[in-house]
């Protein structure tokens, strides 16, 4: 568990926002047919948190140089983010409905492709690879001397790809101290749950004897989420010092009750009554502190 003081007031902005966010999300994927809701879900949190708040990053200026990277390596989440980059401005809702997914001017996909999306780091989807990035980038950073940070972001169902494990290896042995993990750890992937699939715990255990430094959260409270992003030290590349990794623990649909772990809800669209039930939902488990 993280102690940390933080802004009641930046919390509840954000929790708000989160709420928002989680609305406009749903809306989008009933109107381009097709997303991955239950992991989407899960990740709002610290998403709503890494871009309205914690990274240094303009949305006018989605390729300035000195912006923190995100890299979101469980990429078939990646309508959380253009919800996100719609909310912040960067495209309006309308224009990624009518250029998702089509024939001959796609632009948005549920696998995010950073060609055609400038506010994407990486292009990811196939999962196992985004770590694998994230690490040359905090290693880039060293190289230019350069203080902005690298995140990343991954499924705990991904974290059965050897590729992480690679990865997480060599940050700790480089030290990389500007590298910051997250795994949005929502216990289910598509054929079910990962400790019948493939155990990881303990976890922490297992990362810190890989170098890191790791911190356990509830990955669904914001107080939590921002007191975890608070007590990050300031990005220094040439410092060596242990990677972080966040151990975000949520839940697969959060927000909407019949989605909440059901790996049914891995992947698909959502009909109109669906769509109807869910905003119910995520209006009566709105927080309101």
């Given at each position: 568990m993280v102690t940390y003081p933080v802004d009641m007031e930046l919390v509840k902005e954000l929790e708000e926002k989160a709420y928002q966010i989680r609305r406009d999300l749903l809306q989008f994927i009933y109107r381009i047919g097709m997303g991955h809701l239950g992991g989407e879900l899960s990740l709002v949190e610290m998403a709503v948190a890494l871009y309205y708040h914690y990274m240094n990053y303009d949305p006018k200026n989605p390729k300035w140089e000195d912006r923190d990277r995100l890299v979101l390596s469980k990429g078939h989440c990646g309508e959380t983010l253009y919800t996100i980059f719609a909310d912040l401005g960067m495209y309006t809702m309308d224009y990624m409905v009518e250029h998702f997914e089509t024939l001959d001017t796609a632009k948005f996909g549920m696998h995010p492709n950073r060609k055609y999306v400038p506010a994407i780091e990486v292009s990811a989807g196939s999962l196992g690879h985004g770590f694998s990035i994230a690490l040359g980038l905090a290693l880039g950073a060293r190289k230019q001397k350069k203080n902005w940070r690298t995140f990343v972001i991954v499924g705990d169902g991904e974290l059965d790809?050897?590729?992480?494990?690679?990865?997480?290896?060599?940050?700790?042995?480089?030290?990389?101290?500007?590298?910051?993990?997250?795994?949005?750890?929502?216990?289910?992937?598509?054929?079910?749950?990962?400790?019948?699939?493939?155990?990881?715990?303990?976890?922490?255990?297992?990362?810190?004897?890989?170098?890191?430094?790791?911190?356990?959260?509830?990955?669904?409270?914001?107080?939590?989420?921002?007191?975890?992003?608070?007590?990050?030290?300031?990005?220094?590349?040439?410092?060596?010092?242990?990677?972080?990794?966040?151990?975000?623990?949520?839940?697969?649909?959060?927000?909407?009750?019949?989605?909440?772990?059901?790996?049914?809800?891995?992947?698909?669209?959502?009909?109109?009554?669906?769509?109807?039930?869910?905003?119910?939902?995520?209006?009566?488990?709105?927080?309101?502190?």
């Open positions: 790809e050897g590729t992480n494990w690679e990865a997480i290896m060599s940050a700790g042995h480089f030290q990389l101290g500007n590298l910051v993990a997250i795994v949005d750890k929502n216990q289910l992937q598509m054929t079910g749950p990962t400790s019948q699939i493939l155990n990881l715990d303990p976890l922490d255990e297992k990362l810190r004897a890989f170098g890191w430094d790791v911190m356990e959260i509830d990955g669904n409270d914001m107080y939590a989420v921002c007191a975890a992003l608070e007590s990050l030290p300031p990005s220094d590349p040439l410092s060596r010092r242990k990677p972080i990794f966040i151990i975000s623990n949520t839940v697969k649909g959060k927000g909407v009750d019949f989605m909440e772990n059901n790996p049914n809800w891995h992947g698909g669209g959502i009909a109109k009554d669906e769509l109807e039930r869910a905003l119910l939902s995520v209006e009566k488990n709105r927080r309101v502190r």
